[in-house]
């Protein structure tokens, strides 16, 4: 992957996260604006910590997931990890062990990903998901689906690919 | 009939040479060959032979019984629950000394009939109990036992031949198991529904190998319900797949997926047969093997088939047949505003359309198959919230799942495939188990249809209980209605009546009400805060009602599967108009489900077996229809008739 897509890519996805927590409407105007049409999204993302963890709020509002990719940007057509966390929404410790499953797709192609990632616990409270692939540029979305008991809840983030 | 089937050799041998490099057995060594159609007995759902040949079909409430000459001589049984009445019968199999065992699946138990048609015993009733079934459906026989495809328990049950109960199998999970046939060797073969496969268990219920997983291709299934052997072949009613897979025994059992062949096509005009197939769910084979009975209720018929003459059309090789042509609207549907929620079980997604200009436009579609979270395996009910949250339930995993809908109904009308975010996915199974029950009591749901009211409070039939669970929004369980009561519940609606006022017709008390439509009791029944039913309405009108919605008059307007029928009452039981009949054209419905009211106060029919919505006044006059452009054409002279819109796709 050239260095002038990995620049583009990360641009876009902070584009993406900075106009989700925005939260403001332009519904339809161009293919490049991430923003959520209609009402806008109530996912909430912030600028990657120091040490390169993006954090998300899931829909429903119950969980705190930070997560990170390596390689970062996410190369185009190559594997890639993610490495991602949980808290309640609104407190600061990561729960150990709590179901966690990374998926991505591409809701404007209607399909997902070519192969499953495999989730590899590597600490209780860090999972790690690897193989996940990103086979076509454009827009993705990157999952991550969170279970406890009978509820799983959903926080995602979308991520252009150039 | 030698001379029958030579005729039919020559005066009906099909053109179409598709297949004969895919497969390796000879034309010759094939079924394929359309001979007739038996006609007559609604949705049939099992067949069997007995061994002089005499051929049993089992369907909507009664055994017909058919001679070597394929010539009906008989016909066993009526609608209702008592000694030799049957509901619904699913399964059929005939024992060495001719006593046929019917599959009561309406019932919950099997019923023994005599080889003359007198009525010989019943046992078994509705549970998860040792002994207990729950619609049950396929059969299979021998000398001692009967076997069971106890299809709602997601199990099979064996018996002895006097109705006590002996084992039960779960054979590795099986998901509402249909079919089930037996070999000489005493192998089981079942029809594994829910999971896409067919599993092979040895006469001790081991799992030997299981065939197959979800797909179109050669050796892949869709819902497969109807199993059959016959000299060391399988067949295998693929039923969404709509044509008959046959493979070798002994293959299957060195753990070879590839099929010996396949026919069948799915209909290109409207309930077209001789040789399409449309949902087959059941197939039987002649002792003598000269034969094939395939069974497809969903277009009320029973097709027999000979030895192929010539190669057979090949589905997957047919260039019409593309993806969503064969697919249906519905059974449900729920409406906001201008927005339409409605399910497309074929493809396991939901889809939002946007009814604002003259044509309704999909805006998004989601969903699909899978196990996933944000994916379906039996889509069974769809819902919108008040403040506009999707809801869909899911039979097989017991779930209910809600996305958020990021689309405002204000600009211009346009597909947004990124419209929806799944928020939760909800596992009921997990959550009963966490309740405290009744005594009794299983923990094991099923969701089907569902409604959510203006406080958040989530309303879903459960199709094990055949009640409605009345949830929180924090998915705590409040309250169970109509158990005990209820016997099939297909769909649901809330009411808001204000108390006594003779010009709507309402007597009900002041408050909520929910209006079940119960497919195997034939009514409507409105429940409030008591245990018992506040009012019932269409007793000895309705048959099979299958859909239910209410207008803001409180009127209750609801469709009947089984006469093709749209019924509208007030709350007082009176029915004030209905309209609609079999058929084709403008007003007329095959196998009509979900009713909703459009906002400009129209109804909206989905005309579930003509692949179509309907649009009517709300006199019933017809207005619009969209759908499949074979099916809506019929529409298009009907006098009156304002416009015509088509899908995005059609």
Partial sequence: MSSRWAQRSLALLLVSMCSVSCGTSEFGQSGRDLREPGRGSEAHVQAPDTSGFYELISTAGSWRVVWRTEPSPIPLNEPFSVFVRVARAGTADFLPDIPIWVDAAMPHHQHGMNRIPEQVRVSPDLLRADGLLFHMPGVWTLSFDVTEGAITERAEVMIEVP | MMLATVVLLCSLAPTAIQADSLFPVEVGDRFGLFEETLAGLPSPRAAAFDSEGRLFLAGENRVDVFDQELQRTASWGKRGDGSGQLRRPGGLAVAANGAVYVSDSGNHRIQIFQPDGRWGGRFASRGSGEGQLLEPAGLAVSDERLFVADSGNNRIQVFDRLGQPVTRWSADGLMRPSGIARDEEGRLFVADTGNQRIVVLNPDGAVLVALGERGPFPGLFSGPQGVAVSRGRLYVADTDNHRIQVFDIQSVLRGETEPLYEWGKHALRPREGEGRLHYPDAVAVSPGGGQIVICESFVDRTQV??????????????????????????????????????????????????????????????????????????????????????????????????????????????????????????????????????????????????????????????????????????????????????????????????????????????????????????????????????????????????????????????TDRATHRVHVFDTRGAELTSWGKEGLGAGEFFKPRGIAMLPNGKILVLDHGNHRGQVFTESGEFVSAFGRRLYVNETRAAPGAEEVTEKEDS
Avoid: C, N
Wanted: net charge negative; charged share 20%; no cysteine.
């Fill in chain 2, 305 to 558: 088939f000979g030895p192929a003459v010539e190669s057979v059309e090949v589905y997957a090789a047919d260039p019409t047949v593309r993806t969503g042509i064969s697919s249906h609207y519905g059974p449900a549907i729920s409406a906001l505003g201008p927005l339409l929620l409605l399910m497309e079980p074929e493809s396991q997604t939901l889809q939002v359309m946007d009814v604002r200009g003259m044509a309704p436009l999909v805006i998004t579609r989601f969903g699909g198959w899978g196990a996933a979270a944000g994916k379906f395996r039996d889509l069974a009910g769809v819902a919108f919230s008040p403040t506009g949250r999707l809801y869909g339930s899911d039979g097989d995993t017991a779930r209910i799942q809600s996305w958020r809908l990021d689309y405002e109904p204000t600009g211009e009308a346009a597909f947004f495939p990124g419209a929806s975010h799944l928020v939760q996915a909800v596992d009921l199974s997990v959550l009963m188990e966490s309740e405290e029950l009744p005594l009794g009591t299983s923990p094991h749901v099923r969701p089907g249809a569902l409604v959510v009211d203006k406080d958040g409070l989530i309303y879903v039939i459960d199709e094990v209980s055949a009640s409605v669970l009345v949830f929180d929004a924090r998915w705590r369980l409040q309250r169970r209605i109509g158990a005990g009561r209820l016997k099939r519940p297909l769909d649901l609606a809330l009411l808001e009546t204000f108390g006594e006022d003779s010009a709507s017709g309402t007597s009900l008390p002041s408050g909520e009400h929910v209006a079940v439509a119960d497919g195997d009791l034939g009514q409507v029944l409105l429940f409030g805060t008591r245990d018992e039913p506040e009012a019932i309405l269409g007793a000895g009108l309705l048959v099979e009602p299958a859909g239910v919605t209410t207008d803001p008059e409180g009127r209750v307007l609801v």
